[in-house]
């Protein structure tokens, strides 16, 4: 399922594997110093320092200065990064399932459905109820 994606990731720039790890840390952040970001992802701070500035130089990370702390430097994803992920990586996600259905018998879509709601029946009993209001 996950061909589609890691296809565009490759022919769209060749991002390796520790870059991918970078750029997941930062995509979970508002951004990070290069400090905090080499902790995250557990590798050395110069290796880190190293694939920011190569990913920066590719336009995906930007170096900005911090909000809360004008003399500290924050990492970010860019714009561009941000809208390939919110408009295009779901669509490139969700087509090979999409296709799949499409050629899928009646039945099996009918038996699908049926492991899906099962499936979320037993999700649901493993969330926390929620207590009682006491008003």
Known sequence: ??????????????????QRIVMQA???SDGLSLKE???????????VSGIVDRLEVRGMLERRTSD?????????VTEPVRDFLANQMPALAISP??????????ADNT??????????????KQRPQAEPSSS
């Open 1 to 18: 399922m996950r061909e589609p994606l890691e296809a565009t990731f490759a022919s769209g720039g060749g991002v390796t594997g520790p």
């Open 26 to 28: 930062l995509i979970a």
């Open 37 to 47: 970001l080499s902790a995250r992802v557990s590798l050395a701070h110069s290796t």
């Open 68 to 76: 809360i702390d004008r003399r500290a430097t924050v990492i970010t």
């Open 97 to 106: 399932l999409v296709e799949a259905l499409r050629h899928a018998a009646p």
């Open 111 to 124: 038996a699908i459905l049926r492991g899906l709601r099962k499936l979320r029946a037993l999700l649901e």
